[in-house]
Nanobody, 122 residues
Framework: QVQLAESGGGLVQPGGSLRLSCAPS????????MGWFRQAPGKEREFVAA????????YYGNSMKGRFTISRDNAKNTVYLQMNSLKPEDTAVYYC???????????????WGQGTQVTVSS
């Protein structure tokens, strides 16, 4: 069983930056692919980014490429999402998730955090 806890959300102005963190429990963190997803009000949950267990492979949703960076520190049992050049349309609840296999789709992720709110507004 993996328990996930996100942090780092908040209010930021357009063009600003935020870094989200996710700290999974468990001693086998490095064996899981980790992903970030987001859900805006009235919209379906969408894929943001994923990183492989060892950190060598990453993948991004189209609207995040060049602005968001996913990374992980397995020694600290933490995965990060650095978000730059934020736009109002990035406003959403951001979720951290863990998968036993490399994946980009919601259905492949077995474990989920509670989410952290990101609001981009002036």
């Amino acid at each position: 069983q993996v328990q996930l806890a996100e942090s780092g959300g908040g209010l930021v102005q357009p063009g600003g930056s935020l870094r989200l963190s996710c700290a999974p429990s468990g001693r086998t963190f490095s064996s899981y692919a980790m992903g970030w997803f987001r859900q805006a009000p009235g919209k379906e949950r969408e894929f943001v980014a994923a990183i492989s267990g060892g950190g060598s492979s990453t993948y991004y949703g189209n609207s995040m490429k060049g602005r968001f960076t996913i990374s992980r520190d397995n020694a600290k049992n933490t995965v990060y999402l650095q978000m730059n050049s934020l736009k109002p349309e990035d406003t959403a609840v951001y979720y951290c998730a863990a998968a036993e296999r490399w994946a980009f789709v919601i259905s492949s992720y077995e474990y989920w955090g509670q989410g952290t709110q990101v609001t981009v507004s002036s």
